[in-house]
């Protein structure tokens, strides 16, 4: 029996321009999935009611890294039992750190000897063919952990920023999120793609506001990208309510972080101000916890 686990991650600026090759910066953070696998008759996968077989429509992640496993070494039978702390469809990266925990477990059971570097690849093979399209940035932070720049995957120094993340319980498909984006930026590509350079200049201005440590500044350019985003179409009247509460209460900046839609936003906050943020979210109707930022990718827990 292998257990391994992968961590979430949310983005500071960047998300859908990251998907038509803009710069982006996003950080891994503390919500970890965690996959076990075990020998079994079939290829199953384990759930509340009892183990099934792993079925393409219900697992379409786990299916598609078993299928390219298939390609890599004779696929046994394996049990895959996932337990995630990471809420799902909701902007802090459940599928890529499902995909990518699934991937370091299964390299562990049949001994497919995969670098860190392969794991990334064949994660973001597995985003892009279930999303329909699909940047690297959500499976190479779960892979290396950290705070990176995509397109560069660079990994940037570590940074202790305090974030309030805002659920609003809505889930939202990240396939569908994009492709939406996709539709509208086919109809305007003019509009868009100024839209999508403009976001790219304001994740190439953070970092070097987050280098000096000048995190007013950086709340500042957040809550910019935060208006293009409602531009693009990825915003709801809960997140904008959760946007502006946060903002009220003294956060630095905020913004959704991840497809939107519904899901989570994030707030940039100084430690004074932590829980009045954080409660002011919630009288806003949502869920709300501080999040640690941290330097742990993906990792084997135990043989
Ligand atoms: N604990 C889990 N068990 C099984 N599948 C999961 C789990 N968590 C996430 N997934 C898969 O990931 C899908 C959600 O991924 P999606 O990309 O739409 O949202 P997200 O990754 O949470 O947000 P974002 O991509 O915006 O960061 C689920 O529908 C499911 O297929
Ligand atoms: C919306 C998006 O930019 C972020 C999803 O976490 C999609 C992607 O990068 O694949
Ligand atoms: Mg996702």
Known sequence: MIT?????????????????????????????????????????????????DLNPR?????????????????????????????????????????????IKALDAYYGTNLSLEDIAHMGHQVESEVQGRASPTDTFVSTFGGMVQIPDRK?????????????????????????????????????IGQIMDTISAISETGIEFIQEGDFHTVGELMNINQGLLDSIGVGS???????????????LGSKITGA???GCMIALCEHKNLS???HAIKRAGGDSFICRTTHAGVRIESK
């Open 155 to 191: 990994k940037l120094g570590f940074y202790d920023m305090l974030i309030v993340i805002g659920n609003t319980g809505k889930f939202s498909s990240t396939r569908k999120i994009v492709s939406n984006v996709a539709a509208l930026k086919e109809r305007h590509p003019a509009v």
């Open 58 to 102: 219900k697992h379409p992640y786990i299916y598609s890294v078993v299928e390219r496993f298939k390609d890599l070494t004779d696929v046994t039978g394996v049990n895959i039992d996932i337990h995630s702390d990471i809420p799902v469809g909701s902007g802090l990266g459940s599928s890529a750190a499902v995909t990518i925990a699934t």
């Open 237 to 251: 009247k809960e997140l904008s309510e959760l946007v502006y509460a946060s903002r009220k209460a003294g956060a």
């Open 4 to 52: 391994s686990s992968a961590p979430g991650k949310i983005f500071l600026f960047g998300e859908h321009a990251v998907v038509y090759g803009k710069t982006a910066i996003a950080c891994a953070i503390d919500l970890r999935a965690h996959v076990t696998v075990e020998e079994a008759p079939s290829i199953q996968m384990k759930g509340p009611g009892g183990s099934i």
């Open 260 to 262: 939107g839609g519904g």
């Open 276 to 278: 009045r943020v954080a």
